[in-house]
Nanobody, 119 residues
Framework: QVQLVESGGGLVQPGGSLNLSCVASGSTANIYEMGWYRQSPGKERTLVASVDGDGRTNIPRSGAGRFTISRDIAGNLLHLRMNKLKPEDTTGYYC?????????????WGQGTQVTVSS
């Protein structure tokens, strides 16, 4: 089992920045990939940014040039730096960890943190 706790959400003005953090605990040794997703009510969760165990990052076009994802060496702390925030970035942000075992992959989610971009 892996537990994920997010922090750093809040209210920011358009054009501002926020740092989100996610701390993993529990059976973290097999975490291969961590990422941030966001979800608006009634919609599916979509990828914001991810980083795998080889350090490769994946940031969709919506965040390219604005968002940066990083993971500490121990692999238990995940950061998301969001710059030039827009009102359409307003939603809940969720941390996800992918654990790889001999029997397959498992996914764990945090409870989420709210980001509101408004003047």
């Amino acid at each position: 089992q892996v537990q994920l706790v997010e922090s750093g959400g809040g209210l920011v003005q358009p054009g501002g920045s926020l740092n989100l953090s996610c701390v993993a605990s529990g059976s973290t040794a097999n975490i291969y990939e961590m990422g941030w997703y966001r979800q608006s009510p009634g919609k599916e969760r979509t990828l914001v940014a991810s980083v795998d165990g080889d350090g490769r990052t994946n940031i969709p076009r919506s965040g390219a040039g604005r968002f940066t994802i990083s993971r500490d060496i121990a692999g238990n702390l995940l950061h998301l730096r969001m710059n030039k925030l827009k009102p359409e970035d307003t939603t809940g942000y969720y941390c996800r960890a992918r654990v790889i075992t001999v029997v397959g992959s498992y996914y764990y989610w945090g409870q989420g943190t709210q980001v509101t971009v408004s003047s």
